[in-house]
């Protein structure tokens, strides 16, 4: 015969979330399995934080080679337009200094009386269309003399009312395009500031 049997000792398990007696909500008691589920759990998102720190890096990564691809294309985008418009102009300036002679023709032809019927429109014609691509005639008598832009080919005699050395004669008008391009220097003649009378 067997002695009587003893029972299993109950075990009564409190799951009540807040502790009757402090009212302060209580950690949950878990078995085994549940703690190495929550471990594993708790590991898994560490490993998803992890993996999420790298993948915003590599985002930042991108970001800045993104910006930086993005910068560099807008740049050789002006590089581009700017060398295009600097083409346009030396091709236009090529064209318009091959027309300088005729322009010259035409002005003397018109100051000796000699624009006349059909050829005053041809004339015209020209200077309509080097006007329309921005070239201009400069310098005028009285001028002051700037070497940039001016060849002195004689001396005047001295002029007592200038304070600066000035165009005493035009004999070869200068040619620029309105962008300030100097396609032809004037030919002129310099005249002296001079000792005015009273001196």
Do not use: C
């Not at 000792?9 to 399995?33: H, N, Q, S, Y």
């Not at 060398?83 to 010259?104: Q, S, Y």
């Not at 059909?118 to 070239?135: R, Y």
Request: charged share 30%; net charge negative.
């Amino acid at each position: 015969m067997t002695g009587p049997e003893t029972p299993e000792p109950i075990t009564v398990t409190d799951k009540r979330r807040l502790d009757p007696e402090t009212g302060e909500a209580r950690k949950p008691v878990m078995g085994g399995a549940e703690e190495s589920r929550e471990q594993s759990a708790q590991e898994e998102e560490g490993q998803l934080l992890s993996d999420l720190s790298e993948v915003a890096a590599k985002e930042a990564e991108l970001l800045a080679d993104l910006q930086r691809v993005t910068a560099e294309y807008a740049n050789y985008r002006k590089r581009v337009d700017r060398d295009r418009v600097a083409v346009i102009e030396m091709a236009v300036a090529g064209v318009l200094e091959g027309l300088l002679p005729l322009l010259d023709s035409v002005e003397l032809a018109r100051q000796h009386g000699d624009l006349e019927g059909p050829f005053k429109g041809v004339g015209e014609g020209i200077e309509q269309l080097a006007d329309k691509h921005g070239l201009e005639r400069f310098t005028e008598v009285g001028d002051a003399f700037d070497p940039a832009v001016h060849d002195a080919l004689m001396q005047a005699p001295e002029n007592p009312e200038a304070s600066v050395q000035t165009v005493a004669q035009v004999l070869q008008p200068g040619w620029r395009l309105r962008s300030g391009r100097v396609l032809r220097h004037a030919a002129v003649a310099v005249a002296e500031p001079g000792k005015s009378t009273e001196e």
